[in-house]
């Protein structure tokens, strides 16, 4: 209790008096307990200093103020490799950088200000305290749908540097994972607030109580996972070409080479699959023949290639980009494809397209709007496992990666980290495909023409791994058990959302009115 008493005494004479800006420093500091920096026990401190604080405010519009600017500093700095994308043109669009910056916290801090306003209107710190862990997760589930979605960061994913304690995504979704993160974390503000035995009890309960559950579920899990490999063979090409040099003219035909040539080193007719990143292929290659030629010498005599390009579709007057991907076998027969349908706003089309003048195009460079795909789609090859296709940010969507009519038994994410030079992103964007891996029970092969290219099993283990910046390719087979039944994977969200609602109804039905 000394520790406790000693910190109740520093946030009263030092965090306390400075209420909007104690609370943009908490959100801020919240931000390194995400990947790449795992600075987890940092949360406790800050998701309890924040419930205190949060409890002095009068009214509702102090309460929204207070989330608002916790939100602005924890999204302002894990969002903050956003920005590095404008950079790559900085001369056309580097002005926009701090820009970024401004907006990824002045928007996305709504979605904490919002759970602090309407976990204020519980009568009792009890009840605040279940009310903000469960409007929380509700909010970040409702962030990956409005203006079609962007649920980077979710907060379970601070879990993610134990597999263990990531399998209960398998049950709950990585919404669940929050919830849990926010009520352990959370905790300690019970003690300081009451400082008496039964807030005690109930804080290190709810603590032990979920942990154990967390490891626990963990532990047994893992006893199932089958380690031993299959004979599905594949080739990740990782070549790392500087996005600056990977659309410029002169190197285009360069760039190419240089995946073939990776691509037919030694043992190539033994692979089942070459796996390129997004946009791999720079040419239109329905359009373009000669390009396809020279490809074939990437694909295995008995197997096929599966690349990223930017395909083009006449609609109306014009021809419109896709985001694609095609299956190629060695006859250079185009056997399958898929188009990226959850594409990305700003950087491949500009919402509100009708209302905002046409010299405002897409980060990407295009001269129009990329058009979108059907969706997630299972592809059959003969005797190969069947398998699903996402292009990079799709990963990041919970519960929508795959066909739930006809399920893949494994998935491939192609993407393009190179927008984001070294920073955290890269870092955040593999862990979200570790834990569509948990709650999907699928395993996932990850190609970038440069990032973090990995073959993960459906425990959300990494077999193989190509780090930031490194040019080589790997051959891997892919583990023997491609796939596993998961809770979460037949029932989506459900299980999740009825926690935090319970979460919102307890709070509002505890009778104990101190403040």
Known sequence: MQFFSSAIKYIQQKVLPHQKTACFVLGM??????????????????????????????????????????????????????????????????????????????????????????????????????????????FEWIRSFILTGFP????????AFDTTLIQAAAVVGTYGLSLAVLMICSAPALIMHYQNKTSLNIALGSILFISACLVGYGRYHLANMDTSPSSTKIRLVQPAIPQKMKWNRQKLEENLEQYIDMSKQSGLDDVDFVIWGETATPFALDYEPQYMEKIIEAVPAKGYLITGLVRFEYQGTDFHPLNSSFVIDKSGNIVDYYDKSHLVPFGEYIPLRRFLPNWITPVTNTITDFLSGDGPKTIKLGNQPSFGISICYEIIFPHQIINRQDKPEWLINLTNDGWYGISQGPYQHLVTTQLRAVEEGRTIVRAANTGISAVINPYGKILAQIDLNVSTMEDINLPKQLSIATFYGQNGNFIPVILCLLNIIMAFAIKNKQS
């Not at 960061?153 to 601070?158: A, E, K, M, Q």
């Open 29 to 138: 500091i919240s931000a390194r307990a995400l990947p790449p920096f795992y600075a987890f026990p940092l949360l406790f401190l800050t998701f309890s200093a924040f419930l205190l604080i949060l409890n002095q405010a009068q009214g509702k519009k102090q309460s929204f103020a207070f989330g608002y600017w916790f939100g602005f500093g924890y999204f302002a700095c894990n969002l903050a490799w956003i920005g590095n994308a404008v950079l790559i043109d900085a001369a056309r669009l580097g002005w926009l950088f701090p820009i970024i910056l401004l907006a990824a916290g002045g928007f996305f801090g709504l979605f904490i200000a919002f759970p602090a306003l309407l976990a204020n209107q519980a009568k009792s710190f009890y009840g605040r305290w279940l009310a903000f862990a469960g409007w929380w997760v509700i």
């Open 152 to 159: 980077w960061n979710l907060l379970g994913s601070v879990l």
